[in-house]
């Protein structure tokens, strides 16, 4: 029993291993291969750039597959960055890059008209050409400033109101228990659990 973790992303890659190490399957990241596919996201949606990952992983690897797509959605911005959420501020930015940008178009703007949320879309694809999707969401605010050195991306700016901290502040253990991804993962983790032949 193995699936091949189609990421790039090392943080995503520890995030997911972490929330799926009660599986009973091996989990073999893709990087750990000399040559894997990179997939072209040019989907309109998480859905689609998720399905791509997973599918073409799949296929290259004739093994089950499984990817992420996802980003952080701001109401007041009409759902950007979104699937635009790697590259917010330029092809190749630092994850501050994007923060900068993201709280500078947000200046101004105040504490109660901040709301977003993070949105992950898991896709996992069988090598004869099956597809299984699960999402998740968790709804939080676009702190003023930076606060917090753990996660990744836009975690510092992430203000989560029932625990007084951003996901840069929180632990892994808690960010992992109720993170966009941690949803997303326990939904397709029924679903793995019913495949008889993964
Ligand atoms: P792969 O496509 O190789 O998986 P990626 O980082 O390019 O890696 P995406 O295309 O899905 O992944 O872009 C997701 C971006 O959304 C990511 O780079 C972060 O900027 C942001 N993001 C996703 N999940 C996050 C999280 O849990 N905390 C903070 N930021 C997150
Ligand atoms: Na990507």
Known sequence: KEIVLATGNRHKREEIKSILKDLDIKIIPMTSFADYPTTIEDGATFEENASKKARETAEFFRKWAIADDSGLEVDCLNGRPGIYSARYAGENCSYEDNNKKLLAELKGVPEEKRTANFRTVIA?????????????????????????????????????????KTFAEISYEIKNSLSHRAKALQKIKKIIKNLSNL
């Open 124 to 164: 996992v694809a069988s090598p004869d050409g099956r597809l299984f999707l699960a999402d998740g969401k968790i709804f939080g605010t676009i702190k003023k400033y930076a606060a917090g050195t753990d996660g990744f991306g836009y975690d510092p700016v992430f203000y989560i109101p029932e625990y007084g």
